[in-house]
């Protein structure tokens, strides 16, 4: 089946730090990947839409520049959190658009921001 | 983005009994899909569903979608322990997925 491989699992860094976490779909070519950010106990909230090789859609309320998309293969998208700060903690998931199955979700990536 | 309207918000039920939990929206999908997520992990789908009124079964596991396209239900039968998750339901549009607020599930041994 469709595989999806997001790292890292888990991720502490200082404040003011940028982190990078990687989607990768390991055995399909996804045209179009998703990036979603999760609040402890709540839903999955879509940030960005991103198409390989052009520029990522944000949803309202997403600061583009503050949340870095980059998808430069049909195999992997970035996203990269700049300046990072303790609001910023938070679960990012991404999924992929692609496969046997549609759409499918890497493990995502708890960021925690001290 | 849009969200969901999924309900119950959660869920404490004995082990054996059966779950029924359901979505609506106030836009037409064309496709249902139904997710779990275990703590610490990204949803993993559990039924596809893609046209009016169908009616599709995964194991113990059983979702329809809705007539007007507006709605579906997942239901649960004779529960487990490692039923325990929260279960989204998702709507599709286009390309565009709009998720459900969730449903914890918590099943007493």
């Known amino acids: 089946g469709a595989v999806v491989s997001q790292h890292p699992s888990r991720v502490i860094c200082k404040s003011g730090t940028s982190v990078k976490i990687e989607c990768r779909s390991l055995?399909?070519?996804?045209?179009?990947m998703f990036w979603y950010r999760q609040f402890p106990k709540q839903s999955l909230m879509l940030m960005a839409t991103s198409n390989e090789g052009s520029k990522a859609t944000y949803e309202q309320g997403v600061e583009k520049d503050k949340f870095l998309i980059n998808h430069a293969s049909l195999t992997l998208s970035t996203l990269t959190v700049t300046s990072a700060h303790p609001e910023d903690s938070s679960f990012y998931i991404c999924?992929?658009?692609?496969?046997?199955?549609?759409?499918?979700f890497g493990s995502g990536t708890r960021l925690t921001v001290v | 983005g849009q969200q969901l309207n999924q309900s119950p918000q959660s869920m404490f039920i004995q082990e054996g009994e059966d779950v029924s939990m359901n979505c609506t929206s106030s836009?037409?999908?064309?496709?249902w899909l139904w997710y779990k997520q275990d703590p610490g992990e990204g949803p993993v789908l559990l039924i596809a569903l893609y046209k009016a009124g169908e009616l599709t079964s995964n194991g113990r596991l059983t979702a329809q979608f809705g007539i007007t396209r507006k709605d579906s239900f997942l239901n649960i039968s004779a529960s487990i322990p490692s039923d325990v998750g929260i279960y989204f339901c998702a709507g599709q549009l286009g390309n565009q997925f709009y998720f459900g607020t969730g449903t914890s599930l918590t099943v007493i041994p």
């Open positions: 836009s037409i999908f064309n496709t």
């Open positions: 055995d399909f070519q996804a045209t179009t």
């Open positions: 999924s992929a658009s692609g496969g046997l199955y549609g759409y499918t």
